[in-house]
Nanobody, 129 residues
Framework: QVQLVESGGGLVQAGGSLRLSCAAS????????MGWFRQAPGKEREFVAT????????YYADSVKGRFTISRDNAKNTVYLQMNSLKPEDTAVYYC??????????????????????WGQGTQVTVSS
């Protein structure tokens, strides 16, 4: 497993931007698919975005498509989530997750939080109206 530490959350007004970071502890970070999920109070954990090991493939939930961008820097063992045009309904605890799988796993496989091996502690994002 890999240890993950998120940062970058906070309070922002609607329409604003935040960039979340997730730093990983393992040198083999570059072999992991990474994902961002979020969980609002009283709701289930929800898929936000995922990126493959190379950064060449990315997938997004419909609710964030066109507003959020996932990226990674394997030299820094870090994955990012750039969030623009934030809405109050984006308010949640955001978690990053890592999955150690062969490359033929891709796309919708990573929409399911059960397919990840390691999780960060989460970072709170609050969007005020």
């Amino acid at each position: 497993q890999v240890q993950l530490v998120e940062s970058g959350g906070g309070l922002v007004q609607a329409g604003g931007s935040l960039r979340l970071s997730c730093a990983a502890s393992r040198r083999t970070f570059s072999s992991y698919a990474m994902g961002w999920f979020r969980q609002a109070p009283g709701k289930e954990r929800e898929f936000v975005a995922t990126i493959n090991w190379s950064g060449g493939s990315t997938y997004y939930a419909d609710s964030v498509k066109g507003r959020f961008t996932i990226s990674r820097d394997n030299a820094k063992n870090t994955v990012y989530l750039q969030m623009n045009s934030l809405k109050p309904e984006d308010t949640a605890v955001y978690y990053c997750a890592a999955a150690d799988r062969p490359p033929y796993y891709s796309g919708s496989y990573y929409y399911n939080h059960r397919n990840y091996d390691s999780w960060g502690q989460g970072t709170q994002v609050t969007v005020s109206s």
